[in-house]
DNA sequence: GTGAAAGCGCTAACAT
DNA sequence: ATGTTAGCGCTTTCAC
């Protein structure tokens, strides 16, 4: 049997609301009652049972942050990001995997977790578009996160997808590469992080008047190590020649990276690589990787910002808000001639 | 205003308890009974407040995992293994870091948080032996994982340290390695994985029979990628002679290897590398490394087991129990000769 | 400024 | 096999 409010209340001799307004720091309360009362919370060693609490305040202090993976170290960062954003607002955060996958993506949305959470950022990989319906009657407060839902019913925070990915191959064609390859595409995506990033790509193109070459376009599956692998294998193997390499996130830029070096190409003399995220192993390959760095906590900390004002305003139902954060351009060895 | 068990009990037509009943899955209920409940369920699209169930029942079905660092890769494959372990058993998982600072995983032990979870798998850093009785105190169930702690007041589930680090140095003397670092000690550790890792370090090479020498053992900070790094330039402005490495950890490998190749030094030809870990990566760096796989799922399984027959029997308490898993040698480029 | 009472939604006894 | 009753520990009216 633990310590209760009332145990507290009995020593200091004084009513259960009254150590209520103690622990909760309510303004108006005697220095020398709220003393009593403080010590003693002190010598009983009391701790709020915060499942009382949260039953009957209808709020928990908890959120959960669904993600695709953790072993993927964009989200692994990301969710150490929103983890530290948290804390520093007094919120606990329950992660959960949906492995990307679109089942297991909508059934964590109404699955009973999410009973037990004021609110929840959710960073879909499956989903698209056409699911933006099925967050309609979602009734806890949620902040989208990533690309796949643009003007859903929710709050969303992301980058500057097309911007990150436009600057990356300006960076590439500044230090003279014209022959750059696009590693990540996604057939068909116009929406998405894929779809948007090769947009940049594009676009960057165009202004420098270079013309746009679909063999230069490498389109894969997942956006894992092994898949950048796999395409710049399939790339050498067409015999297309190149001189660069915009990978649309840098586990695929390492494995390509990896797969150039034993075909004893030479980084960057012969090909230039930058990618998108700015995960920490960039810092330490050989060479270091330029990338985008998309300004993960920024993101994080805006989530939690929007999140906590729908959670401590459930009356009034603000439209939607969309936050790009700023990206920025890092180069380090792998761009650097 | 959300869907209660009373709602539903209403609709159909049966008391509170059996709506409870057919929601916990209660044996003996009468099919008919259980179909008009389940539809009145569906219609409504009712949902348990884990909240009061919570309450009500002294078991929220969450459980805390406490670790240093998500950014490191090895915690964050063994918080993907401990939640999909979770999963399977119905439990959600808050993280929490403690960023391996000691007042910080002090304060996180007594931290109210503590209030609403079941259960904590806790992975400390930086306390050790001396603080073991400062567990003493914790009424929540716990298990400990990692090196940091033996002989605690809790179950304890953790890798055969000496045992893996001794493997590895004997596979490197396998391949004719005579002079071979040992990357990663803290000087006078011995309890901890630094410490017993440099004990199978130094049991391999007495049965060899190669003579142990200082100049070998590079002691560092902490175990991250940038350590394994100045590390190893430390050890080439030595001048001393090697031709192997055992790094204490997988990120320090990676850091050491990106700076003997910057020196020239050629994987294996020159230094065979051996980490420990086997985190992602090792498969896709150049060259891949070999490492011990310290049994994360096992790990993730045999912490979650425990925890759980402690959660379920509060009353009872068996004496601590202590799991060691088994390790797996997983050889690649980086010791293929 | 503080107290008394009500009840958040659920489950565990104890009936029937 | 199902219903009734009584709280879990807290916050929130509403008094005083």
Redesign the interface.
Known sequence: M?ITMHDVAALAGVSLKTVSNVVNDYPHIKPETRQRVVDAIETLGY??????R??RSGR?G?ISLIIP???N?YF??L??SV??AA?AKGL??????SGADRARELEVLRG?????VDGVLYSALALGEEDAHLLDSV?TPMVLLGERIFHGPTDHVTMLNTEGAKAATEHLIGIGRRRIIALGAHEGEVIGSAGLRLEGYRQALDEAGIPFDTRLVCEVGDWF??EG?EGMRRILASGVAFDGVVAFNDSMA??A??VM??AGLRIPQDVAVIGFDDI??T????PTLSTINPGREEIAEVAIRYLQERINNPGSTPPPREHFTRFELVQRESTTV
Chains 1, 2 share one sequence.
């Open positions: 633990s701790r709020p049972n915060l499942t009382a949260g039953l928990t908890v993976d953790l072993r170290a692994a960062e969710a150490d983890m530290r804390d606990s955060v329950i992660i959960e995997q009973s977790r999410m009973q037990m009734t190590r092994f692998a390492l494995g990276m990896r070096q034993e920490d192993e810092r330490y390959t050989l």
